[in-house]
């Protein structure tokens, strides 16, 4: 046996390491698009069919077996349907170079404006107690939350951000989402967190910003409309009653982007 492995481990050659590791890689890129989506829950139902059919197919269980091919059959072609939303993602990111990751020169200053917009955002909303819901999107893709709601794919601005909440703004109800350094979509409507522990005084819109951070690794920014209060969600743990200056450190903790306009190392090396 000793004698094989070590056959089998002289055969390859770096060409198949190199394709293992590409392969195990489109795989990560792959899961990280669909992570936190209702596709999840599809490929979590076909791999429970598929554990049945195999276990039914060793017990010679005819009936049950020639039922779950069928049912495997469809689930597979359940697949490009249900997937679509992340499939079209998939093919947006690759005409745009970014399916294989952020990269060295990746938007660091577009990221530090966008964080000071939101809180320029913030600030004001705060101050005229107008209430609102931001999602910044990160690994998960939220391709299926975006979908509820009305497309935007605008530049991030503290002007685009208030109009979206002014009271009477068609889409001030439900929340807006950040994708990149860009405004995905406003109006989306998130799942509501179910933790029966919260706080009698935050309603839905509370419950809907951590809601979205336990199903996803997505941020969630709040404004209450009753107190101003700002607060931030994050893995389905809120936190309260953030100044400004808080929101910036925090966004630029999980979000990234840098709190003073400092030369990055690339542009000194690159001398502009
Ligand atoms: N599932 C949801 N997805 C997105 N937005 C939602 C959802 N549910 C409620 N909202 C938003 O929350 C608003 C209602 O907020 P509500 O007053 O119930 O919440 P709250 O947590 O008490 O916040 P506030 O302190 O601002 O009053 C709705 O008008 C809507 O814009």
Redesign the pocket.
Known sequence: MWEGLTNLFAQITFIDIFDISLVAFLFYRLTLLIRGTRAIQLLKGLFVLLIAMVLSDRMQLTTINFLLEQAMTVGIVAIPIVFQPELRRALEQLGRGKFFGDGLFSGDEDRTQAIKELKKAAKVLQTRKI?A?IVIERKTGLSDITETGIQINGKISAELIINVFMPLSPL????LVLRENHVKAAG?????TEKPDLSK????????AI?ITENSDAISL??????G?ISLAEGGKLTRYLDEDELESLLIKLWGGHEHQSKSFWQWRLGN
């Open positions: 209430g819901l001030h109800d439900g929340a989306c409507y998130l799942p509501l005084e935050l309603g839905t819109r509370h419950r809907a809601g709040i404004i209450s409309e009753e107190t209060a």
